[in-house]
C-alpha cells in the first residue's frame, strides 16, 4: 500500500512514521473510534487533483462522533482546510483515499464513552479498488446479518462495527465471491460490506430507507440525485427482499472505495439478462465525470486541491 508521507495528528502535520498511538489507547482496545472514508481524482486535463463532497464526508464523521459522545475541536470547514493542506504537503498528483478517524484517546481500560479525551487524525493512501471486478460482480447473500442500529448504530462509521463487515467480506471472498449483500433484523437487504445497493425493477430505481440498517452513504446520496435529475428516473426508498434481487432487471452498488459496480449475478443467478444493464452503465460514466470535476453542473461537490 503506497500511504501518504505525512499525517494529521494530535492537532499538526508530522511525518506518518511520528503519528503513532500506544497500545494501551481505548479506541484500539475497544474499537471506539469512528471514521470516513474521502477520495480525491486527480483530473488529467486540469492537472489538479478534486477532493469528491468534503463537507458531506466531515459532516457525517463529526455525526457519527456525536453518536459515539466525541468532539473535536474542528467543524467541516476546518477539516476541509486541513485536508488541502495534507495533501498539499505531499503534493499528490493521481487518485487517492482518505482516512479521516476520530478516536478515544486516553490509555487504560474502561469501557465506556464518557469522561474520555478525543483526537482527530488523519492519512492518505494511492487509492487501490475495493471490488475488482466492477462491471460483473457476482454477489452472495451473506449468512451474516448486519448490525442493528440498536446494537452498534449502522448509520455511524463505527470502528468496532468493521469488524461485522470484515466477517461478510472475508467469507464471500473465500466462498469465490467478488461481495454480498446483508439482511438485516428484519431479513430485508440492507447493504454490502461497505457499499450500499440499488435495484432496478420496471423502470424504477429502489433503495433501502436510511432506517433499514444503512450507513447514509455520500456515493448514494450523489448517484439518487443523478438518477433524477439527468436520467429523470423514479427513485424510491423503501425495503428490499432478499428475492427481488432474482427478479431484478439491474443491479449496482455505491461506495466511495467501490464507486459504482455493476451486480450480474447473486447466488449463481443472473441479474437482468447476466449482463451490466443501461441504467447502471449510465450512472457509471455519469459519476465518473463527476467526481472528476469533468461536469460543471456539480462543481459544487468538487474542491479543488
Ligand atoms: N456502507 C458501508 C457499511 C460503508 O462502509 C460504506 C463506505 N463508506 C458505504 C456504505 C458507502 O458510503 P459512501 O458512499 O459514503 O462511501
Redesign the pocket.
Known amino acids: 500500500m503506497d500511504l501518504s508521507k505525512h499525517a494529521f495528528f494530535e492537532g499538526k502535520t508530522v511525518p506518518l512514521s511520528e503519528a503513532r498511538i500506544n497500545i494501551a489507547t481505548h479506541g484500539f482496545l475497544y474499537g471506539t473510534a469512528v471514521f470516513g472514508?474521502v477520495r480525491g481524482y486527480w483530473n488529467e486535463e486540469k492537472k489538479r487533483l478534486f477532493v469528491f463532497r468534503p463537507y458531506d464526508h466531515f459532516r457525517r464523521l463529526l455525526n457519527s462522533g456525536r453518536m459515539m459522545a466525541m468532539s473535536i475541536p474542528y467543524d467541516e470547514e476546518s477539516l476541509i482546510q486541513l485536508t488541502v493542506d495534507l495533501l498539499r504537503t505531499d503534493n499528490w498528483r493521481q487518485d487517492i483515499y482518505m482516512r479521516p478517524t476520530i478516536y478515544k484517546a486516553d490509555m487504560g481500560i474502561g469501557v465506556r464513552l464518557h469522561e474520555l479525551k478525543d483526537e482527530f487524525c488523519m492519512f492518505v493512501m494511492a487509492y487501490e479498488p475495493y471490488v475488482r471486478n466492477d462491471t460483473n460482480a457476482h454477489v452472495t447473500v451473506s449468512s451474516w446479518r448486519r448490525i442493528d442500529d440498536n446494537v452498534i448504530p449502522a448509520r455511524g462509521?463505527v470502528a468496532g462495527a468493521y469488524a461485522n463487515?470484515a466477517l461478510i467480506k472475508t467469507d464471500a471472498n473465500r466462498a469465490g465471491f467478488d461481495e454480498a449483500l446483508v439482511l438485516d433484523q428484519h431479513g430485508h437487504i440492507s447493504?454490502?460490506?461497505?457499499?450500499?445497493v440499488f435495484m432496478v425493477r420496471d423502470g424504477v430505481l429502489v433503495t433501502p430507507p436510511v432506517t433499514d440498517n444503512?450507513?447514509e452513504?455520500?456515493?448514494?446520496r450523489s448517484i439518487i440525485e443523478l438518477a433524477k435529475k439527468e436520467i429523470g428516473l423514479d427513485v424510491v426508498e423503501r425495503s428490499i427482499d432478499r428475492t427481488e434481487v432474482f427478479i431484478a432487471d439491474e443491479m449496482f452498488m455505491?461506495?466511495?472505495?467501490a464507486q459504482v459496480v455493476a451486480v450480474t449475478k447473486v447466488d449463481h443467478r443472473p441479474v437482468g439478462n447476466g449482463s451490466m444493464g443501461p441504467v447502471t452503465t449510465k450512472l457509471r460514466m455519469m459519476f465518473d465525470d463527476v467526481v472528476r470535476a469533468k461536469n460543471t453542473k456539480y462543481s459544487s461537490w468538487n474542491v479543488e486541491v
Open positions: 472514508g462509521k463487515s447493504e454490502g460490506s461497505a457499499m450500499n444503512i450507513l452513504g455520500i456515493t448514494r455505491t461506495g466511495t472505495a
